[in-house]
């Protein structure tokens, strides 16, 4: 029942993403609710709000007035690809890009403010380098492709890195001596959590090789509750719950959003080639934010179906066509973005 009303979060984005201007205000509704998560994370880090729930940690940055603290996403994971896909936003689209006034320099500068704080409050490491993750991948994705590389070529670099990813999570969980070197990027108390997740992912595997096709029985569900319920590794959480049958299903829906990226009929126009980067750092995002949170939340959800709305909206590329606007729309849509279709 808990997965399905996740999934109406994954149909919402998909039935609304009909047209290039339902996808322009989406990249606006992402941006604000990255501000949300920013801002509310720094005053909760501050104590100058209280929230229904509250989480705080000891201080990463060996200030005790400011503890670790997370503001009304309750997932570092959630806040992670937020704040990914927004830094993407912000230095691929020009003013008349985004909806709002959300493109103007001003604006940009006070949203970049309001990310830099959210990290002062969240003082994640997750956050931090999904951000950077999907700002590299834009880049490199871009870069590609004024090369002008081969579609087939690209496809195979984009798995490379999403299977460099994934390997991630295994070198986390066998490598003691990267676990001892990345542990105190963090700062004051980041070596402890880095250990303890370490632990709880060999504990994972170990239990995973036990019953690796359909997850752990509900004797050793009821054993390991607490780690099945809550392991900061979505690909490890699958496994225990679900075994490879269940990963084999989220990697054909990560495979469709994938596919959905690339390729088309027609020359590809500037403007497709930005927002198919844009969603492709978006999926390198959620590949990499989920090897440090259990994922599948709202957000998660809501985020890949973006991504898979893109197999549609490229259609609307290839043809030259905006659907369901006239003709005087689309022209006062060009008009305002400054870019023309195809």
Known sequence: MLLLKLLVYFFIPILYLRNHHAFRQVKGVLILLTIIAGFSTFLAALGWIQLPVDRFESSRLGLEWLPKAIGLFSSYGDVAMLYGVTAVLLVSHERAALPWQLGRPLVKLGI??????GLIGNQSRNVLLTT??????YGLIRSLESSKQPKSRQLWIGLSLATILLLIGLLVAFGQEAVSGISHLGGKGAAGTAEGRAQSYRQAIGLIAREPWLGISIDTYLQWRQLADFMHNMWLKIMLNGGFMSLLAMLG???GALRGLFGTGRKPSLEFQRDRALLAS???SLVFAAEFYGGMTQVWWILLA???SFGWLRWQYDQGENPGRNAVDVGEFEAVTGERNG
Do not use: N
């Open 132 to 137: 950077l993750v999907a700002l590299a991948s």
């Open 112 to 117: 970049w403010l309001v990310l830099l704080l």
């Open 253 to 255: 829906l990560l495979w």
């Open 306 to 308: 973006v991504v898979f």
């Open 282 to 284: 978006l999926l390198f």
